[in-house]
């Protein structure tokens, strides 16, 4: 890249860094340091600003850079990531959001806590939220570093680095100082940038085409070198019955992983009642369901006009075909519309790749402090300290995730972030499940749930062609392959629902019918939600 692009494009970053910076230092001089203030932003927040703060903190690294990169690179079968991210919105708005909502009051473990003893279940859903946190902020950390790669001209190890560790330090910086409130707008400001920025592209693209998606798609496939294979399954996961299997497994992973994502589910505390948190899914499946009818162009769009093989040339595994789709819209790499589009985009990368971080670390450091903090301790913590401890805990979880990110610089983020996905569904999602749907769940069934889920999926990800084994695993000069597919969704996620029944069938404990009867009037009515 030309000394213009960089130059413009870090201006324009440093000037986001600044904004959000602001809003942070006024945020923490106006707080007063309770427990509800730093995890839930006071519960102030309207539909309309929660519904865009969501969209924000869901619109990530992987759909802006890694979606559209797969679209590009593997036309139809990309599309899958388009199609689950956005049906799982479904089974959050009615089974989870309001529910979720009103039996709990800062994390994934108060809803289960509520009718079960606390402290086994908070470290167990407490280790799984950390775990599945830490894998979402790896893929922001890849994404990060591949961009400033483009930026920079280069992929020099050195620029990956010192751009993981500044993108860490300044996650740290937003939730230690601002808490919830401060990510809050970091996040609608950032979803508004990043939704201008995907309009401004697709309007661009079509006008490429004079509005014509016909010859859009056809020219993608002229270009990508597979014809009309292209516009089909299976080009990515059609080969075999392993990758049909893949596919299947990488799909239950999207649709059922958004129910059990710890950032998503904690965004329901910060407005003051159910109703409003469901009027904040409404929201946010409009903004997110546009921004991913937008993707699928953006990613034929590439294809169509970079080419396959520039994008690959570029970033193996497709992470700047937005970037220089940007570029190629505005004129090429010496023109001044090309230098100033493709900073542009650069710009909104990076603010996305901060903003979801800073929720993501927010969320896994309230999962440190609320739960595993609060539960290891002989006597009661205070909220004062649980803060205390929660800022500190999101110094390392930002060390662990810049280590990680480091290690995993070159996968795809989308591929990354699907990863998660399936450790929530297989972990976090048949506790949560069972707890607001099953009379006679007990103790032992929650915990077994939440193990019994994520030991598997943790276990096939090491296992499987992710790791070793394969030219593009993280460490090919080894194989310890022994799972062949790259998603453990398939068999972690119905493992975990094994687990919970069958702890609850084998448990001698007597569940609790007042305790299952005060959480079922409260998760349906509101009535003694906090």
């Given amino acids: 890249m030309t000394g213009d692009h960089q130059t413009l494009a870090l201006f324009l970053f440093s000037a986001f860094v600044a904004v959000t910076l602001a809003i942070t230092t006024w945020v923490s001089r106006n707080r007063h340091g309770s427990a509800e203030e730093f995890y839930a932003g006071g519960r102030l927040f309207s539909p309309m600003e929660n519904g865009f703060a969501i969209a924000g903190d869901y619109m990530s690294a992987a759909s802006f850079l890694g979606v559209t990169g797969l679209i590009a690179l593997f036309g139809y079968d990309g599309l899958l990531y388009v199609v689950g991210f956005l049906v799982a919105w479904l089974l959050v708005l009615f089974l989870v959001a309001e529910l979720v909502r009103n039996c709990g009051r800062f994390t994934l473990a108060d809803v289960v806590a509520a009718r079960m003893r606390e402290r086994p279940v908070r470290i167990a859903a407490g280790t799984s939220s950390v775990t599945v946190s830490v894998l979402y902020l790896v893929a922001q950390m890849v994404g990060a570093g591949s961009l400033v790669a483009l930026l920079l001209g280069g992929t020099s190890a050195a620029a990956r680095a010192w751009t993981v560790i500044g993108v860490g330090a300044l996650m740290v910086i937003y939730v230690s100082l601002g808490g919830m409130r401060a990510t809050t707008w970091i996040q609608i400001v950032k979803a508004v940038l990043l ?188 909220p004062r300290s649980e803060v205390a401890v929660a800022r500190v805990a999101s110094v390392g979880i930002g060390v662990v995730a810049i280590a990680l990110g480091l290690l995993a610089r070159d996968l795809n983020v989308a591929f990354l972030v699907g990863l998660a996905f399936a450790v929530a569904a297989s972990a976090n999602l048949p506790v949560l499940l069972y707890s607001l749907f099953w009379r006679g769940f007990t103790t032992r069934g929650a915990v077994w749930a939440v193990y019994g889920g994520l030991v598997p999926a943790l276990a096939l990800v090491v296992l499987s062609p992710v790791v070793s084994g394969s030219p593009d695993s993280l460490f090919p000069a080894v194989d310890f392959q022994y799972f062949p597919l790259q998603n453990p969704g398939l068999v972690s996620i119905p493992l975990g629902f094994l687990a919970g029944w069958l702890g609850t069938v084998t448990s001698a404990e007597v569940p609790d019918e007042a305790k299952h009867a005060e959480t079922e009037v409260r998760a349906l009515t509101g009535a003694g939600a906090a």
């Fill in 195 to 382: 939704l201008s920025g995907t309009v401004a592209l697709t309007v661009l693209v079509l006008l490429r085409f004079h509005g014509d998606l016909d010859r859009l798609l056809l020219t993608a496939a002229e270009r990508s070198g597979h014809g009309d294979a292209f516009l089909a399954p299976g080009l990515k996961y059609g080969g075999d019955w392993t990758a049909r299997f893949d596919f299947i497994s990488l799909g239950l992973a999207l649709v059922l992983g958004t129910a059990g994502l710890p950032h998503i589910l904690s965004r329901f505390y910060t407005v003051p009642t159910a109703r409003a948190a469901r009027r904040s899914v409404l929201w946010s499946i409009g903004l997110i369901g546009g921004f991913y009818l937008m993707t699928i162009i953006l990613g034929f769009g590439a294809a169509a006009i970079v080419g396959p093989e520039a994008v690959r040339g570029s970033n193996a595994a497709g992470n700047t075909a937005v970037p220089l789709l940007a570029l190629n819209l505005g004129g090429g790499a010496n023109s001044t519309g090309g230098t100033v589009l493709f900073a542009i985009v650069a710009a909104v990368a990076f603010a996305t790749i901060l903003a979801v971080v800073a929720g993501i670390t927010l969320a896994s450091s309230a999962s440190v402090a609320h739960d595993l903090y609060a539960s290891l301790r002989r006597r009661r913590a205070k």
